[in-house]
T-cell receptor
Framework: GAVVSQHPSRVICKSGTSVKIECRSL??????MFWYRQFPKQSLMLMAT?????????EQGVEKDKFLINHASLTLSTLTVTSAHPEDSSFYIC?????????????FGNGTRLTVT | KNQVEQSPQSLIILEGKNCTLQCNYTVSPFSNLRWYKQDTGRGPVSLTIMTFSENTKSNGRYTATLDADTKQSSLHITASQLSDSASYICVVSADSGGFKTIFGAGTRLFVKA
């Protein structure tokens, strides 16, 4: 069964509004979670690494003030797309590892389809 | 520069046929390589993991190979089923103090009846 839950699965919002996406690890604690964006027919692009109790680490070219990440607990990370615009429309996915380290697989949420009108 | 390249970009096969997907990487220092399957509109799911010393690993009808010398991996799917239609993503991890994960662009597989 799913070990990482993402909510909502789909969201449609108007340009200029903000949208919050939640990512939960269901039966394990995750000090680190990852947020990705995926455009149609393209692979996942890592946006940022969410660190519990500290600031997120953003990849080059990702605006931290645009994509706010909060990792308030060991089982929850949120991504808020602020002042969304149509070009922010994309598929957003989070992931986490049961055990820290590259030997443990990434468990992905089922993604959030964001459409900004 | 750490890169993962997959081929083909897309592939159409008939149900029941076999196929092989390729992954070439220039990631250093190499830690491991995973193949993930991503159904449309879903998150990826891990199929196999290969470490430096492993050459072949199977998971049901999926068989992954790794040649660490040439930095190539393949994913062979046997007796394809309609449910195999998905994107297959090769992901390589580098371990240089803090590890880094590099994603390939994926191969989109379409299995037709």
């Amino acid at each position: 069964g799913a070990v990482v839950s993402q909510h909502p699965s789909r969201v449609i919002c108007k340009s200029g509004t903000s949208v919050k996406i939640e990512c939960r690890s269901l039966d394990f604690q995750a000090t680190t979670m990852f947020w990705y964006r995926q455009f149609p027919k393209q692979s996942l692009m890592l946006m940022a690494t969410s660190n519990e109790g500290s600031k997120a680490t953003y990849e080059q070219g990702v605006e931290k003030d645009k994509f706010l990440i909060n990792h308030a607990s060991l089982t929850l990370s949120t991504l808020t797309v602020t002042s969304a615009h149509p070009e922010d429309s994309s598929f957003y996915i989070c992931s986490a590892r049961r055990v820290e380290g590259s030997g443990s697989p990434l468990h992905f949420g089922n993604g959030t389809r964001l459409t900004v009108t | 520069k750490n890169q993962v390249e997959q081929s083909p970009q897309s592939l159409i096969i008939l149900e029941g046929k076999n196929c092989t997907l390729q992954c070439n990487y220039t990631v250093s220092p190499f830690s491991n390589l995973r193949w993930y399957k991503q159904d449309t509109g879903r998150g990826p799911v891990s199929l196999t993991i290969m470490t430096f010393s492993e050459n072949t690993k199977s998971n049901g009808r999926y068989t992954a190979t790794l040649d660490a010398d040439t930095k190539q991996s393949s994913l062979h799917i046997t007796a394809s089923q309609l449910s195999d239609s998905a994107s297959y993503i090769c992901v390589v991890s580098a371990d240089s103090g803090g590890f880094k994960t590099i994603f390939g662009a994926g191969t989109r597989l379409f299995v037709k009846a």
